[in-house]
Nanobody, 122 residues
């Protein structure tokens, strides 16, 4: 199994920035981030096809978040700028075996990290 270890979460004010990191033990075809706010379902945030490094973002984070990958360090990054209170939630690094449409569904991702909390206050 792929091991995914997230870090970088924290508390910031509206408009602030955070960078999440995900160290992975082995690359998989598709990797990315999901998040879950209290009382809500998990939702896809961003994903990358690691063969081509093509990315895809949720409309709610487009132009504010940037997903990137450092292959030499086996690390995935999510740079989050202009944060809003609605970005608050637990952020999970995910990895899957095959192609997904758009962000894919949670069930498309076989491997999940333990999560890192992001809290944005107004």
């Amino acid at each position: 199994p792929v091991q995914l270890v997230e870090s970088g979460g924290g508390s910031v004010q509206t408009g602030g920035s955070l960078r999440l990191s995900c160290e992975y033990s082995d690359r998989r075809y598709v990797m990315g981030w999901f998040r879950q706010a209290p009382g809500k379902e998990r939702e896809g945030v961003a994903r990358i096809f690691t063969m081509s490094d093509t990315t895809y973002y949720a409309d709610s984070v487009k132009d504010r978040f940037t997903l990137s990958r450092d292959a030499a360090k086996n690390t995935l990054y999510l740079q989050m700028d202009s944060l809003k209170p609605e970005d608050t939630g637990m952020y999970y690094c995910v990895a899957g075996m095959g192609w997904v449409q758009g962000l894919g569904r949670a069930s498309d991702y076989m491997f999940w990290g333990q999560g890192t909390q992001v809290t944005v206050s107004s």
